[in-house]
């Protein structure tokens, strides 16, 4: 098992032919999580073969348009497909009213339930759980109310070293769960055979933290610390650093150096603003502080395992 | 000086790589009218070079989404291109209150003059006049309130025969304007030169009728009568008839009929239904009764002199 990030469209502000706003799918546990819908997220889900049926949850860091005007169209195209599966869509106060008054105003029904968890903490909450991965808010510091999301893997079961499980014949099928979860086997007399002897640690759990739209927050590093990959925005190059200031945005230099010090495995750069057409200085920069520093790309998939 | 129609999408709900939802921009007497504004439309305005500053009326047939979910994303484009002139949008009552809630939630003005001039009547109107043009609604027949447009060229001056002219020395540069009005020359002695020895009448004034979305509504015909093109929707062949009644759509077969009825020039066809992978077979079936059918293709321009 793996974590995947596909990156449908990388940019900031208005989209292009070949650049296109906000949006990325994380495949986490056989969860495929949307994260920001950009204008043209569908089309970019169908370029690069992203189920529509199996985005069960979709994530708004924040309601600046290049980041969720590309919503209501693809909750209309679910609609139109006959979906039946519930939606649920996390994102800042406002966003339900935009969308149902849209839905409203269409004489249109979504035609599948959509449950909106609409955030408006400055604190950093839990947001979503079930047996195998959290999601948490990183609250951000932009021109508006933004939250970025890290999403992160539970501990998973031990793995049976089954090997030496099979030389006790005393250890039968229905005993595996136990062993998986920790506990040692004791035999019908009482005695013992450690967990340790059976068992073989499981795989470290991975995370994912997405972090855009922001200007240079270190405050969020003890929220991000050790992530395994961090998508932090680079909408400027430090030629415009007050520029990025005055916008609530990041430098390529400043993503980098938050990587530094929450000491993640990657960085992930990416909300390139227009003005750039030459993206490799991006990473350069970075790269100052932080080796481990890519570009995203549209269309491109990274993966940690 | 001509009509152009550039088309920017010509297909009918979910938008896909090459299949985007309807978006069209006419070119008459000077003005650049965009008419409908499905999701993607700024990015296809950009790929089909349609200049973003010569766009100041942008007219909307109805509030279903393939038809305005552009909208939001090229109003937001203009105010991060600083546009400062203002903008005028015809639609559907509704679409104001969905505008300002997007600009209002995400704490964004548009940052120029936007005029919204909201529709309402059942009953054709002229929604916009100037010296040169005019641009009535069509009442079309869907499963919401929706518009065609009819955009008509005024009667220009009559042109000056400048050969004519310059024989008679008695007439200056200052009388042209009058003779151009159709006005007799009157000569100081009270003698007259009749204006059509002086002038060639004007060429005939063009017009263009968009009608989508929309049942077969021969209703319509007095209203597109003789036009020099129309676009008429043809979301299905007659295969899918019974699905046209149901949705409030027209077959190829329906919109040859029309443009039979109203003795237009030519018919284009468009608002295609995803589930056709194959166009040709529109044409073909509204040339069993209108010989002068055109198919809209994506990135086309037609033009009509």
Known sequence: MSLQLTILGCHSATPRVNAHPTAQVLQ???????????????????KYKISFAKIKHIFISHLHGDHFFGLIGLISTFGLLNREKELHIYGPVGLKKIIQLQLEISNSRAGFPIVFHELKSTKSELIYEDKK?????????????TNGFLFTEKLSLRKLNIKEVK?????ERCDYYNLKKGKDFVRNDGSIIENEKLTLPPRKPLSYAFCSDTSYTPEII?????????????????????LAIKTGHSTAFQAGKIAALAQVKILLLGHYSNRYRVLPAFQKEAQKVFQNTLLSVEGSTFEVE
Chains 1, 2 share one sequence.
Do not use: A, W
């Not at 991965?133 to 109310?145: A, D, E, K, Q, S």
């Not at 030389?167 to 250890?171: H, L, T």
């Not at 961090?230 to 430090?238: K, M, N, P, W």
């Open 222 to 242: 003890p929220l991000i610390r050790n992530v395994d990959m961090l998508y932090h925005e680079s909408t400027f190059l430090t030629d415009k650093e007050e």
């Open 167 to 171: 030389s006790y014949p005393e250890i």
């Open 28 to 46: 986490i546990k056989n969860h495929n999580f949307l994260i920001d819908c950009g204008e043209g997220t569908q089309v970019q889900m169908r």
């Open 133 to 145: 991965v959290t999601v948490h808010t990183i609250p951000l510091n932009h021109r508006i109310y």
